[in-house]
Every structure is written in C-alpha cells, then in structure tokens.
C-alpha cells in the first residue's frame, strides 16, 4: 500500500481512451484524493517534447511542488512520458505507475526507463523520430498491477504483452515457461492472472535491481528484441509508405517480439546450444497465437540495414543479440553474423 500521507498533493495524467474506461474506477477506490487530472490525446504519436511541455505546464500552474506525487494511468506511452516528466520536473518529483495494458503492466510500468521519441529540429514535421531517444532512468516509487484493467482490452493487445511475458519465463526457468505456453489466455483478468503478471513483474525487477542503468545484466531483457525491433520498424516504414490509404501493416511491439524470439532462439541453437524442442516449442506456439511473421526472405537486406543501427550494437557493423545456453541460462553479448542471421530468418519465414 502506498502511504499517500507522505504527499502534499496527489495529480493524476492519463489520456483520452483511458480516461474513458478506467479513469472512475481507479479514482474510486485509489485511498487519496487527486488534486488535479491532465487528459493528453492517446496515442505513440504524442510521446514527445511537445506533451512534456504540457505536463511541466500543468504541474506549474497547479503549484505542484517537490513533495508532490504524479500518478501516471494508462499504458507505455503515458508511464514513459509521465515517469519523464515527473522526474525532471523542478529536479524530480515522486511518482507511480498504474498500468492499464498488460504490456506496460509487465514492461514499461517498471524498470525505471523514462523517456520520449525525438525528432531533430532539422526534420521538424517528419513522422519520423528516434524512439525513446530522450530520457532519464527513475524508478517509479511504486507500481500498482490491478488486472481488472484488462477485462476490455482486445485480445491483440493481450498477446502483445504476454509476449513479454513469455520472455520473461524463457530467462527464467522451463517450470514458467511451461505454465505460460499452456495457459488458457481466456481466464485473464482472473486472480490467476494477476498472480501471473506479479510473479512476471517481480523477475523484471530483481534483474533492474541488479543493474538499474541498463549497463550489463539487465540486457537479457533484450531477447528477442534486436530481429524483433528490425521487424516493428520495417512493417512501420512499409506502412508510413504504403499508397493504400489506411493500410495497416504494423504490429503490436510484443507481436514483433514473439518473431524476434523464435529468430533468436533459432540463433541460441546455432551459436550456443540452445535445444532444438525449444526452438520448434516456441516456433509452434507463435504460429498458433501470433500467425506467421510478416517478413519474407526478400525482406533480410532491410532488415540486416535496420539491425546494424540497431542502439545495442557497440561497434558500428556488429549486431549483437542476447541468446540463451538453455531455458533460464541466458547469455547477453553475442555478436552474430550476417549469414547466421540469414539463416535464421529463413527459419521464421
Ligand atoms: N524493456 C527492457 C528493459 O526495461 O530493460
């Protein structure tokens, strides 16, 4: 339980879809009376500069103070940002998170990893930005899971994050990961669940206890997501150049992932042993749950591009990926070859 006593005053920042669905619900029964609520529109689209401004703006013309406590309601977008603003505001202010998507409530919600997207001056008006390329570590003082919040999400958002999930259990040990790939996603929003999310959440957190400014042990976190962020950029370019208006050919980040983990657990056999069953368990449990990946092998040259900038590369012209000895036994800094990667997408295609 929070102690809210420890507060002069509590204000709440959320968006527009959320304010909607969980904004009274969570209100009701949150044990402290808010202050002040900022509804910003949704959407990845707002996670910049401009909004900040809007959040410092409120914060100041509200007198919030030091020793004043931002509740951030909503999904990555809202917890990022608001986690962002609160900690530069006046030199960092408290703040918590209450997730509403599964995947912030196991992702973003924790670990510390504020920020927004950037885009240079120089390409002012471009759709184009680096993704969470501005932002500080602060750890929120808590996260409050309620998987209530989940009963009206759709079900391509649910298995966006239970793909983190499930990574989260592949670093973990084959026990978890067993009871994730056989779970009926239908009971979510269930005290089983949440049961699951807070066991999920609790193994983030002991590996960003372990190191919170992302410099060592906390990228094994990466799994799956050097050929899984390639792939969500690639769909997101394809679509930004799509001549069919409205053509959606994005995915959900977690989606992205689930590829990315068969690409790179084809990748752990290849390089350190990984056993092939878990590859083909993996491999099936994507087909039946996230369909095929949409990437064919005419597809490996932008893909390779994308991966070379990829940010955990330490040397230009590398690609470096965490990939696992087992189930539980992760190892973080593989460099991996082009015709290794090749083969591996080959693999998911
Ligand atoms: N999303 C991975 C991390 O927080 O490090």
Redesign the pocket.
Known sequence: MIDFSSYDRVFLLTDEQVAKCCLPVVCSDLGTPISDVLVLPAGEQHKNLASVQRIWDWLFAQQATRSSLLINLGGGVICDMGGFAASTYMRGMAYINIPTTLLAMV??GT?G?TGIDYTPMSEAGSTASLKNAIGVFAEPVDTIIRPELLSTLPAEELLSGYAEMIKHAVLQNPKTLAELLNYDLRQVATPDFGELIRRSVAF?QSV?EQDPH?KGR?QI??FGHTVGHAIEALLLEREQKSEVRNQKSAKPHGYCVMYGMVAEAYLSHMICGLPAEVVSTLNRFMLENYGTAPVTCNDFDALLRLMLHDKKNKEQGTIVCTLLQSVGQPVTGQTVTPEQLREAIEYLC
Do not use: C, E
Request: no cysteine.
């Open positions: 992702d973003a670990g990893k983030k960003v992302d906390r976190l990466n």
